[in-house]
């Protein structure tokens, strides 16, 4: 992969606490089954995108990573749900990056009340470099890339 220089790691964390990257999310209808629960695929969508912005705020836009050829396909995933979300309610989806082994990246995840600390769902993911181009596992993460999942892991 080429060394791409709008991928920055010098850029700071946006919008922590504790270490966590805190995603605020609103239920909407579409989020929800008739009854006004959130629907339990409608998490994963939450928890992409936290993952997502994450990323974007440290300088690692994943558009660019899949231009880069890189892609981070999902490969486990673990989901517990606590309470169910409904209709109207505001919460934040909290992630982080926990570990990286090889070309594995571990994230942990919980969504929580803005106010009183109300668990709704806590999770693990782990994610797997890929090269698109070739559509395999890569053997090791890229240089520039790693450099900066390192340090988002080791500030953890």
Known sequence: ?????????????????????DYP?????????YGGVVWHGQYLAWLEEARVEYLDSLGVSFAELVNLGCDLPVVDLSL????????????????????????????DYKIESQSDNLLYLSGKVTLVT???????????IPPNIKNILLKLASEQ
């Open 25 to 33: 999310i609103v239920v909407y209808p579409h989020h929800t089954d």
């Open 80 to 107: 517990r749900y606590h309470k169910a979300l409904k209709l109207g309610d505001c919460a934040l989806v909290k992630t982080r990056m926990s570990e990286i082994d090889g070309v594995r990246l571990h994230w």
């Open 130 to 140: 890929v090269d698109r181009q070739r559509g395999k596992i890569m053997r090791q």
């Open 1 to 21: 992969m080429p060394n791409d220089t709008s991928i920055v790691p010098g850029r700071t964390f946006q919008a922590v606490s504790e270490r966590w990257y």
